[in-house]
């Protein structure tokens, strides 16, 4: 079945480490997205990407970083310079259209600080 | 930009009992709506989505969805709730092409026997 791989589903960061979340989509789907998640706020926008090798700042992307290298990987870093790290988050992926298209995600991954 | 509001944080309702979940949008022009639920630990499901025509959208689960232009809305309902249904659930909008899709903050649904 196609879908939407995160891993791994804790993870733990310790002070002034980069941690690298990982995302990886069978769906053949052109446009991938990154989402923090933290209790009453909803889903905050990080990162996103329409197409391999381009992406564009969401509205929280001070101390993340990403890379698409390939169509399948979108992998999230969370860096020393993000304060306040803490939260689920959740990467997403849908196909490209002249219409906001239905985003598909997968189960998230919950970072914590030691 | 646009933006969509979700007034109620915390819905408890009896099992069997219908349902209703608010979603108020702000947009100049006619947006993309979707409703999504979460349920713990787990990433978003699309229940249901509105582009254009019929503004009563059906969705998976049972769920329906009005889109009301005139009161800026997208309102979630379901006739009978079932325990299972306890979960939380977004309201999303988008301004269509590759523009982002913004995130209501949630409604956390309970489902009492």
């Known amino acids: 079945d196609g879908g939407i791989t995160q891993s791994p589903k804790y993870l733990f960061r310790k002070e002034g480490q980069n941690v690298t979340l990982s995302c990886e989509q069978n769906?053949?789907?052109?446009?991938m997205y990154w989402y923090r998640q933290d209790p009453g706020q909803g889903l905050r926008l990080i990162y996103y990407?329409?197409?391999?090798?381009?992406?564009q700042k969401g509205d929280i992307a001070e101390g993340y970083s990403v890379s698409r290298e390939k169509k399948e990987s979108f992998p999230l870093t969370v860096t020393s310079a993000q304060k306040n790290p803490t939260a689920f988050y959740l990467c997403?992926?849908?196909?490209?259209?002249?219409?906001?298209?239905?985003?598909?995600f997968g189960d998230g991954t919950r970072l914590s600080i030691l | 930009a646009q933006s969509v509001t979700q007034p109620d944080i915390h819905i408890t309702v009896s099992e069997g009992a219908s349902l209703e979940l608010r979603c108020n949008y702000s947009?100049?022009?006619?947006?993309?709506l979707f409703w999504y639920v979460q349920s713990p630990g787990q990433g978003l499901q699309l229940l249901l989505k509105?582009?254009?025509?019929?503004?009563l959208v059906q969705g998976i689960k049972g769920f329906e969805a009005e889109f009301k232009r005139s009161q800026s809305s997208f309102n979630l309902r379901k006739p009978s709730v079932h325990w299972s249904d306890a979960a939380e659930y977004f309201c999303?909008?988008?301004?269509?092409?590759?523009?982002?899709?913004?995130f209501g903050t949630g409604t956390k649904l309970q489902v009492i026997p």
């Open positions: 990407s329409q197409i391999v090798n381009d992406f």
């Open positions: 769906l053949n789907h052109d446009a």
């Open positions: 947009y100049g022009a006619t947006p993309y």
């Open positions: 999303a909008v988008g301004a269509g092409g590759y523009q982002k899709v913004t």
């Open positions: 509105y582009f254009s025509g019929d503004t």
């Open positions: 997403a992926s849908s196909i490209r259209g002249e219409e906001n298209q239905p985003q598909h």
